[in-house]
Every structure is written in C-alpha cells, then in structure tokens.
C-alpha cells in the first residue's frame, strides 16, 4: 500500500513538472538565471556602489557622508574635466571613424581571392589578439623622444631633421595615442566586417553587374545595406571600448602632457586611487554612463531600422 502511494505521488509530480519544463519561457529563464547573477554581482552591484559613491566625499581610509550634488558641482567647474570630456569625445569619434573606414576597406580586401588568405587574416588579428599593456609598451619605446624607430627612420629618409617629440607635444600626444587605437582596433572591425561580407550571396552581385552597375553602385546598393545591421554592432562595440579606453593611455602618456590626453577614464582612475578622493573619481565615471547610453540606443535604432534576416523588411 505504501510503495503504490508513493508511485502514484511520484507519477503525480512528474506529470504536474513535465507541462512546466516544456514551456519554452521557463526553460529560457532558467538557462539565463547563472548569467543573470554574474551580471548582478559583477556588474549591478559595481555600478550601484560607484553611482551611490558619487553622492559622498568618500576618500581612501575613510568612510564618507552623503554630500548630495556637491561632487558635480565640483565637476561643473573644473576645466581639467571639460578637457577629458573634449580629449574623450575626440578621441572616440576620431578613432571610430578611422578604424570603420580602414576596417571595412580591409575587409573587402580580404574578401577578394587573394593567395595565402587564411594566413592573410590570421596575421591581421595580431594586434587585437596582443595584450593591451605589452602593446602600448612597444610603441611607448617606438615614440620614445630620444630612441624611436620612426624619428630614426624618418632622418635617414631625410624628411626631418631632429627627433620628433611624439608625447611631449599636446597635439602630438593626442594623434599618437589615436593613431595607436586605430592601429589596435581595425582586426576587431576588418574581421567581424569580413563575417558579415562572407554571408551575401555573390548571385546578388553577378545580377547587378550583368545589369550594368559598377563597382561603386554594387558597394553602395548592394553591400552597405546588407551589412547596415552588423555595421551598427560593429561600430557601437567600437565606440564603447574606446570611450572608456584606459590602459593604452595610462602605459603611453598617463593623461600627459598638461593633461591633454587624459580621458574620462584616466581622470577618475587618476582622482579615485592615486588621489585618494573616491567620491570624485566615482562622480566622474558615472558622467561617463549617458554618453555610453547614447551609443547604446544608435545601435538599437540602427539594428530596429532594418532587420537581421536576409530578405527582411525595414522596421
């Protein structure tokens, strides 16, 4: 009498959890529920805390007290902050147009038959694949004022004639550290760009050219648009690293000179740890949250304008 209660309580269990495990809304619940928790301890909580930091004049060793708008206003009038904001912008907005323009032209390169193609792109990858830090140290000895290879070289040429200053210069500095970016960035575009090229069928392109159109008019009519929706991604991701760029400009200049690299990034780092005062440098990487917003919703509209599948209707 006991085993068959307990088979028929069992039986009942299973039939009542079965409907339950088939339902496709549970299912992807649960599978996403370890991803959920990482991002909320790692990600949720360091955000509240540096939101909540921002409001007190918390310093290092020492519990603050809530201040309200104070290290705002504080920002408000600091110059050296409205510099980073102004470096930040254009560093970004310089740097991501470079390395889209770059990126996709090498892209279509290697989309071509070219020989030895796979080795081609596997080298192209090596400056994404190389650690940020051991990369910025080699072109921090390449730009060095008195030993750097492209002085030395540009001297034999006979295009100069003394060593070029390339981070003791404001305007120097600042073309150097993007030119590194850009030199560091373009793999990451060229290869996702190539993905997006390898997934147009070519039938698209021999029609349009038994039609007539050339080279330009099938890149602009055909290829763009195809790849408007990863471009979108592509170029929200490229944004993103490089606003909140940190340790190239910290090995390369750290914010020099007279702070005309320091970014938003390296001015909170630099107010927050070697400063000691927590509560501004939490101040200055909040400000920093509603540019992120801002690329955030062009790649959302950009991905909402037209749709992933091939074939598909604008939104």
């Known amino acids: 009498m006991v085993d068959a209660a307990l088979t028929r309580a069992g039986a ?21 529920l370890p991803a959920a928790l990482f991002l909320l301890v790692f990600l949720s909580y360091p955000l509240g805390l540096g939101v ?12 603050g007290i809530f201040v309200g708008l104070e290290n705002y206003q504080l920002l408000w009038d600091d110059s050296i902050f409205w510099l980073s904001v102004f470096n930040t912008i254009l560093y970004t907005v310089v740097a991501s147009i470079l390395k889209f323009a770059l990126g996709l032209w090498l892209a279509l390169l290697l989309n071509e038959h070219l020989p030895f193609k796979a080795f081609i792109r596997a ?18 000895w390449i730009y060095d004022a008195q030993f750097s290879i492209l002085s030395w070289a540009l001297m034999k040429i006979g295009l100069i004639d003394s060593p070029i200053n390339f981070l003791g210069s404001p305007n120097n500095a600042r073309a150097t550290v993007i030119f590194t970016n850009v030199w560091r960035g373009i793999p990451f575009v060229a290869i996702t760009l190539l993905a997006g090229l390898q997934t ?15 080279s330009w008019q099938r890149f602009r009519f055909i290829t763009l648009p195809m790849l408007s929706p990863l471009i979108a991604v592509v170029m929200t991701f490229s944004v993103l690293f490089t606003f909140t760029d940190f340790q190239l400009i910290y090995v390369l200049t750290r914010g020099g000179p007279l702070n005309a690299t320091h970014l938003m990034a390296t001015l909170s780092f630099q107010r927050a740890i070697p400063g000691g005062q927590l509560g501004e440098g939490a101040a200055i990487a909040v400000a920093m949250v509603p540019f992120l917003l801002a690329a955030i919703l062009f790649s959302y509209f950009g991905l909402q304008r037209r749709r992933w599948q091939q074939g598909g209707t604008d939104a």
Request: aromatic residues 10%; positive net charge; without cysteine.
């Open 12 to 32: 009942t269990t299973a039939s009542a959890r079965t409907p339950l495990m088939q339902n496709k809304l549970f299912l992807g619940l649960l599978f996403m």
């Open 52 to 63: 909540w930091l921002g409001f007190t004049d918390t310093r290092i060793g020492r519990a």
């Open 123 to 140: 080298i192209v990858l090596l400056p994404w694949v190389v650690p940020t830090v051991l990369s910025a140290i080699a072109f921090w």
């Open 200 to 214: 147009i069928s070519p039938s698209l392109h021999e029609a349009a050219t038994l039609d007539g159109a050339t």
